[in-house]
Protein backbone atom coordinates (compact mmCIF):
# COMPACT_ATOMS: atom_id res chain seq x y z
CA UNK A 1 0.00 0.00 0.00
CA UNK A 2 1.34 3.36 -0.75
CA UNK A 3 0.49 6.73 1.02
CA UNK A 4 2.63 9.64 1.70
CA UNK A 5 4.07 11.00 4.50
CA UNK A 6 5.44 14.06 6.40
CA UNK A 7 9.03 12.11 6.39
CA UNK A 8 9.52 10.17 2.91
CA UNK A 9 12.85 9.34 3.64
CA UNK A 10 12.27 7.31 6.83
CA UNK A 11 9.12 5.47 4.69
CA UNK A 12 11.60 4.67 2.13
CA UNK A 13 14.02 2.88 4.16
CA UNK A 14 14.63 -0.52 3.63
CA UNK A 15 13.39 -3.02 6.39
CA UNK A 16 13.57 -6.67 7.17
CA UNK A 17 11.00 -6.52 9.15
CA UNK A 18 8.66 -4.50 6.37
CA UNK A 19 9.79 -7.09 3.94
CA UNK A 20 8.83 -10.53 5.90
CA UNK A 21 5.57 -8.71 6.27
CA UNK A 22 5.10 -8.46 2.30
CA UNK A 23 5.95 -12.41 1.97
CA UNK A 24 3.52 -13.21 4.68
CA UNK A 25 1.16 -10.96 3.05
CA UNK A 26 2.33 -13.16 -0.55
CA UNK A 27 1.89 -16.53 1.28
CA UNK A 28 -1.97 -15.30 2.58
CA UNK A 29 -2.75 -14.16 -1.01
CA UNK A 30 -1.37 -17.92 -2.48
CA UNK A 31 -3.06 -19.82 0.53
CA UNK A 32 -6.51 -17.59 -0.62
CA UNK A 33 -6.08 -19.03 -4.08
CA UNK A 34 -5.30 -22.24 -2.90
CA UNK A 35 -8.48 -22.69 -0.64
CA UNK A 36 -11.47 -21.37 -2.96
CA UNK A 37 -10.33 -22.17 -6.18
CA UNK A 38 -10.87 -25.53 -7.36
CA UNK A 39 -9.15 -24.88 -10.81
CA UNK A 40 -5.70 -24.45 -9.20
CA UNK A 41 -5.73 -28.45 -8.30
CA UNK A 42 -6.17 -28.58 -12.28
CA UNK A 43 -3.28 -26.54 -12.86
CA UNK A 44 -1.16 -28.29 -10.17
CA UNK A 45 -1.50 -31.57 -11.27
CA UNK A 46 -1.24 -30.41 -15.06
CA UNK A 47 2.59 -29.53 -13.52
CA UNK A 48 3.12 -32.66 -11.45
CA UNK A 49 2.55 -34.33 -15.01
CA UNK A 50 5.32 -31.55 -16.61
CA UNK A 51 7.59 -32.15 -13.76
CA UNK A 52 7.02 -36.10 -14.06
CA UNK A 53 7.60 -35.83 -17.90
CA UNK A 54 10.31 -33.63 -17.99
CA UNK A 55 12.62 -36.06 -15.71
CA UNK A 56 11.04 -39.04 -18.07
CA UNK A 57 12.19 -37.70 -21.00
CA UNK A 58 15.14 -35.39 -19.91
CA UNK A 59 14.27 -32.35 -21.46
CA UNK A 60 17.04 -30.14 -21.79
CA UNK A 61 17.71 -27.16 -19.99
CA UNK A 62 16.01 -24.79 -22.45
CA UNK A 63 13.02 -27.19 -22.21
CA UNK A 64 12.83 -27.09 -18.63
CA UNK A 65 12.94 -23.00 -18.41
CA UNK A 66 10.38 -22.21 -21.12
CA UNK A 67 8.11 -25.61 -18.98
CA UNK A 68 8.36 -23.83 -15.87
CA UNK A 69 7.94 -20.19 -17.41
CA UNK A 70 4.74 -21.24 -18.79
CA UNK A 71 3.68 -22.95 -15.74
CA UNK A 72 4.36 -19.81 -13.60
CA UNK A 73 2.47 -17.79 -15.93
CA UNK A 74 -0.81 -20.25 -15.44
CA UNK A 75 -0.75 -19.89 -11.95
CA UNK A 76 0.13 -16.21 -11.86
CA UNK A 77 -2.98 -15.61 -14.04
CA UNK A 78 -4.97 -17.78 -11.84
CA UNK A 79 -4.02 -15.39 -9.11
CA UNK A 80 -4.92 -12.22 -11.46
CA UNK A 81 -7.83 -13.82 -11.87
CA UNK A 82 -9.26 -14.84 -8.39
CA UNK A 83 -7.88 -11.21 -7.29
CA UNK A 84 -10.09 -9.61 -9.72
CA UNK A 85 -13.34 -12.11 -8.98
CA UNK A 86 -12.82 -10.80 -5.24
CA UNK A 87 -12.53 -7.13 -6.09
CA UNK A 88 -15.62 -7.31 -8.38
CA UNK A 89 -17.70 -9.28 -6.05
CA UNK A 90 -16.81 -5.91 -3.26
CA UNK A 91 -17.13 -3.46 -6.12
CA UNK A 92 -20.28 -4.74 -7.56
CA UNK A 93 -22.19 -7.43 -5.12
CA UNK A 94 -25.48 -7.18 -7.21
CA UNK A 95 -25.45 -8.83 -10.62
CA UNK A 96 -24.38 -6.03 -13.24
CA UNK A 97 -23.33 -6.90 -16.47
CA UNK A 98 -20.31 -5.42 -16.46
CA UNK A 99 -19.23 -7.18 -13.75
CA UNK A 100 -20.19 -10.37 -15.78
CA UNK A 101 -17.79 -9.11 -17.90
CA UNK A 102 -14.90 -8.39 -16.13
CA UNK A 103 -14.87 -11.39 -14.58
CA UNK A 104 -15.70 -13.86 -17.84
CA UNK A 105 -12.41 -11.32 -19.48
CA UNK A 106 -9.97 -12.29 -16.47
CA UNK A 107 -10.97 -15.64 -16.57
CA UNK A 108 -10.38 -15.95 -20.41
CA UNK A 109 -7.21 -14.87 -19.67
CA UNK A 110 -6.33 -17.86 -17.75
CA UNK A 111 -7.60 -20.19 -20.32
CA UNK A 112 -5.42 -18.30 -22.78
CA UNK A 113 -1.98 -18.88 -20.91
CA UNK A 114 -3.48 -22.52 -20.06
CA UNK A 115 -3.78 -23.00 -23.80
CA UNK A 116 -0.31 -21.65 -24.79
CA UNK A 117 0.87 -23.68 -21.97
CA UNK A 118 -0.20 -26.85 -23.12
CA UNK A 119 1.15 -25.69 -26.67
CA UNK A 120 4.63 -25.60 -25.39
CA UNK A 121 4.31 -28.82 -23.41
CA UNK A 122 3.12 -30.97 -26.97
CA UNK A 123 6.03 -29.20 -29.20
CA UNK A 124 8.31 -30.41 -26.27
CA UNK A 125 6.76 -33.90 -25.51
CA UNK A 126 5.00 -35.37 -28.07
CA UNK A 127 8.52 -35.54 -30.56
CA UNK A 128 10.01 -36.83 -27.33
CA UNK A 129 6.89 -39.96 -27.33
CA UNK A 130 7.29 -40.88 -31.20
CA UNK A 131 11.30 -41.04 -31.41
Do not use: C
Not at 99 to 107: G, H, I, M, S
Amino acid sequence: MYHMEANPKKENRFSIVKRARSFNHAARGLSIVLRTQPNIIIHILSSLIVLILGFFYHISHFEWIILIFAVGMVMAAEAFNTAIEIDIDLTSPDYHPFARDTKDVAAGAVLITAFTALVIGLIIFVPKMFT
